[in-house]
């Protein structure tokens, strides 16, 4: 399941295939949590089935089923999960995990058109992006770039909102400044960077002419 979904979703004509995966998935899921005493890396592979189950019904690129409410239900039981394993001590497996399952949540709210939840979850997100940048075992980077992401994300939604001055100034703006320092450094640029920074620039300046117009109401 781990390996095949990453595949389907970027593999043309492999929607149905990753749909009929999901759903084997989430039978497997819920026989497995018939069982009241689960071990914590049992519920940790279960937080995982469901956060790949939640990108196959509502991630933004690739092949998926669209079905947003199923994306966003999958996402929450992720988010259950990895609240839940290994709670009481500092894991930066779990919180990488936990972010994403807040960002596919997020992603869902924004397919449902319920904004105000998505930027709850991406808020969520650079939450628990934050205390992933505290770590000392080589995460910290992790963190910084889930917190951007998020960033970004609050900002598109709040476009989406009619509220570009705000997406701008507070959001976009900021993020596609950082961007821009780490790429112009050859030697610490990684590819992510690079395309973070196409996509922001491309949006950003596209928004920022518009709120600058005068024909803009």
Not at 63 to 81: F, H, P, S, V
Not at 139 to 160: D, I, N, P
Request: glycine share 8%.
């Amino acid at each position: 399941f781990e390996n095949m979904v990453p595949a389907l979703s970027f593999s043309i004509g492999a929607a149905r295939p990753s749909q009929d995966l999901a759903r084997a998935g989430v039978q497997i899921a819920e026989k497995l949590e018939q069982d009241s005493h689960l071990n914590p890396d049992t519920r940790r592979a279960l937080g995982q089935l469901y956060l790949r189950t939640s990108l196959l019904h509502s991630y933004y690129l690739g092949n998926t089923t669209g079905d947003y409410a199923e994306g966003l239900k999958y996402a929450r039981k992720a988010i259950q999960y990895f609240h839940e394993t290994n709670n009481s001590r500092f894991d930066e497996r779990r919180l990488d995990k936990l972010a994403m399952a807040q960002m596919r949540a997020g992603f869902a709210c924004q397919g449902l058109l319920r904004s105000e939840a998505a930027l709850d979850f991406f808020q969520q997100m650079r939450s628990t992006a934050g205390l992933l940048g505290q770590s000392t075992n080589g995460m910290a980077q992790r963190g910084r770039q889930l917190g951007e992401w998020s960033q970004g994300l609050t900002g598109w939604t709040l476009l989406h909102m009619d509220k570009a001055e705000e997406a701008l100034t507070n959001y976009l703006s900021p993020a596609l400044r950082g961007t821009s320092n780490r790429v112009s450094n050859f030697e610490t640029a990684v590819l992510d960077d690079v395309w973070d920074l196409r996509d922001g620039f491309d949006r950003s300046e596209e928004h920022t002419s518009e709120l600058q117009s005068p024909y803009v109401i």
